[in-house]
């Protein structure tokens, strides 16, 4: 596992948008796994700048989500989906074909997340994988004592999720779902690349326990440290109790 200490959130997210852009440039068409939070927004801005500064062609970028809530509809302005069009697609320049995601309003939501494992397969697999971590230490929505080799699936979130997203429910707890699709921990291990991306102080602990603690299912980010090409970067905040 390879760790990268920057200054601050904004030198993460242009050393990652670097990063894609150097992929994009190898495979213009590329399969991007993106993540969803607060976390990754400076990647997104610093990536749609070289964009349209014509530093990095993204025309041909493929786009996946990590991860869906389960009951809100697609249009729904929390939706995973819209977040990803609203943060990652739209200012890209891409169109919602070069988009796929776990459909969280299936009405059968098990069949649904055997249709994206199989998706994202025949798309060829996840090229790059972003990550955030939840300070529980959760990768996309896979929670403390998710199986190590789990796939797409649901899962139930725990209040600690619940409460820190309630932020974007109007701060309002009882309008986050409690279920939940997303790419298992053996899912994102077979992407070729993850880099999970960790900023502030809220995020120390999670950090020390994914990088320098045990690989265990109760830090399911630990996860990487089996993965041969991981990337952890993380900003001086986050790093503190490394
Ligand atoms: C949610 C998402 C995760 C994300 C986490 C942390 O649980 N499913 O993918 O990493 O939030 O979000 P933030 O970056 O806002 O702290």
């Known amino acids: 596992m390879e760790v990268v200490i920057v200054p ?10 670097e990063a894609i852009g150097a992929l994009l440039s190898r495979k213009p068409d590329a399969l991007l796994g993106v993540a969803t939070g607060s976390t990754p927004l400076p990647i997104y801005q610093a990536l749609a700048a070289k964009v349209r500064s014509g530093a990095v062609d993204a025309s041909r970028a493929r786009i996946c989500q990590l991860d869906e809530y389960v009951g809100l509809p697609a249009g729904h302005p929390e939706s995973y989906r819209s977040v ?4 990652v697609v739209e200012p890209l320049g891409l169109s ?26 025949e798309a060829g697999g996840v090229d790059l994988q972003l990550l955030g971590i939840g300070t529980d230490g959760h990768i996309g929505f896979n929670e403390p004592c998710s199986s190590l080799a789990s796939r797409t699936r649901i899962k139930t979130l725990t209040e600690q999720t619940r409460i820190d997203n309630a932020r974007f429910f109007d701060d309002d707890i009882t309008q986050v779902p409690h279920h ?62 490394l």
């Open 8 to 17: 601050d959130a904004k030198a993460g997210g242009e050393l990652i948008a």
């Open 84 to 87: 990803v069009l609203r943060e």
């Open 96 to 121: 919602e074909a070069s988009f796929m995601g776990p459909d969280g309003s299936a009405e059968d939501v098990q069949a649904a997340c055997l249709a994206y494992d199989k998706a994202l397969a």
């Open 180 to 241: 939940v699709i997303t790419q298992g921990i053996g899912t994102i291990l077979e992407s070729r690349h993850p880099i999970l991306l960790a900023t502030g102080e809220g995020k120390a602990d999670a950090v020390a326990q994914t990088v320098e603690g045990p690989v265990a299912s109760v830090v399911p980010a630990s996860a990487l440290q089996l993965h041969p090409h991981a990337t952890v970067v993380v900003d001086e905040a986050a790093a503190s109790k």
